[in-house]
């Protein structure tokens, strides 16, 4: 059974940068795809950034140009940098793994999550 483990939230101003990191087991052999999704109160969940196992990423057209997704193979981490942070940002944000390669931000084509990593950007 694998597991992700996100860490890196907190509270920051609106401009400010924050660097999120999850910590992957068990979902990266073979193809894969690594997701970060959020949820704001009230919200539905979306999707921010993804990286397959070619290293191919995808953004949402709100983060693009702010936040870069990476990931370091040696060691199983998952990084998502977000600069020029906007109160709009705030939100739980999931590390997400589906063991196949695909180019989605959609969380439906995601199996495995994370417990989440609250950000929160004040103005």
């Known amino acids: 059974q694998g597991q992700l483990v996100e860490s890196g939230g907190g509270s920051v101003q609106a401009g400010g940068s924050l660097r999120l990191s999850c910590v992957v087991s068990g979902y990266t052999s073979g193809g894969y795809s690594l997701g970060w999704f959020r949820q704001a109160p009230g919200k539905e969940r979306e999707g921010v950034a993804a990286i397959d196992s070619l290293g191919g990423t995808y953004y949402a057209d709100s983060v693009k140009g702010r936040f870069t997704i990476s990931k370091d193979n040696a060691e199983n981490t998952l990084y998502l940098q977000m600069n020029s942070l906007k109160p709009e940002d705030t939100a739980m944000y999931y590390c997400?793994?589906?063991?196949?390669?695909?180019?989605?931000?959609?969380?439906?084509?995601?199996?495995?999550w994370g417990q989440g990593t609250q950000v929160t950007v004040s103005s």
């Open positions: 997400a793994a589906a063991q196949r390669w695909i180019h989605s931000l959609s969380s439906d084509d995601y199996a495995y």
